[in-house]
């Protein structure tokens, strides 16, 4: 998925619910000529909740963004692709994180140029292939992240903050991933989250994939 944006360059599953009934009716009368007796009914535990439990969100959501400030609009072009890079990784780690970018080439915007940058966060490394089209006024780019940053925290609030409208809080889980990973972007990471409904009757989990898309984080 590409991501691209136009610089001017003027200032420079629904819950499947299950009841499991018992002891259906004995249709034998006794010998003694009485009716029937039909066992007590059961109803099948749901399985208990599996994996690190998620909190629900206390803070108003606020987008995903680079600890570093945005640019000003006279700032180089270089800079505010810079920037922008740095903003896709944050949202797909899902909260503001401290980067750096650096790439194989100067950009300056004047010329259509091909490139290839890196945004690194604590010892990670993004890689980008960055495709400028240069002009005297006005320059865009398109950036194509060639891996995704998967942060455990991120994906935390990510989740809860997807189904708190209809998640029971106490319910939510997600299966154990490391602090911080590499993964392949727009496809499932092999990592897991699960909630159950508030209205459920039967109390069973809901599981979803975690996906790392190239500035989001998605639950399949």
């Known amino acids: 998925m590409l991501r691209s944006a136009r610089i001017t360059l003027a200032a420079a599953a629904l819950a499947v619910t299950m009841t499991a009934c018992g002891g259906?009716?004995?249709?034998?009368?006794?010998?003694?000529g009485g009716e029937p007796a039909a066992g007590p009914a059961t109803t099948a535990?749901?399985?208990?909740?599996?994996?690190?439990?998620?909190?629900?969100?206390?803070?108003?959501?606020a987008t995903p963004s680079p600890a570093e400030p945005?640019?000003?609009?006279d700032a180089p072009f270089e800079s505010k692709?810079?920037?922008?890079?740095?903003?896709?990784?944050?949202?797909?780690?899902?909260i503001s994180i401290k980067s750096d970018v650096s790439c194989a080439a100067k950009i300056s915007?004047?010329?259509?140029?091909?490139?290839?940058?890196?945004?690194?966060?604590q010892g990670l490394e993004v890689p980008f292939e960055v495709e400028v089209t240069g002009g005297r006024y006005v320059a865009s780019y398109r950036a194509r992240p060639q891996k995704a940053?998967?942060?455990?925290a991120g994906v935390h609030e990510a989740f809860a903050r997807s189904v708190e409208r209809f998640a029971d809080p106490a319910s939510l889980r997600c299966a154990q991933m490391p602090e911080k990973a590499l993964v392949e972007i727009d496809k499932e990471t092999g990592f897991t989250c699960s909630y159950v409904?508030?209205?459920?009757?039967?109390?069973?989990?809901?599981?979803?994939?975690?996906?790392?898309?190239?500035d989001d984080i998605e639950f399949a």
């Not at 535990?45 to 959501?61: L, Q, R």
């Open 70 to 73: 945005s640019p000003k609009r």
């Open 197 to 214: 409904r508030k209205d459920s009757s039967s109390g069973r989990p809901i599981e979803r994939d975690v996906v790392i898309q190239d």
């Open 24 to 32: 259906s009716e004995n249709t034998e009368a006794s010998s003694f």
């Open 81 to 94: 692709v810079h920037y922008e890079l740095r903003s896709m990784v944050a949202k797909q780690a899902g």
């Open 45 to 61: 535990p749901a399985p208990a909740p599996e994996g690190e439990t998620v909190a629900m969100p206390t803070e108003p959501y």
């Open 109 to 121: 915007g004047s010329a259509d140029q091909k490139t290839t940058c890196t945004v690194s966060y």
């Open 149 to 152: 940053l998967l942060v455990r």
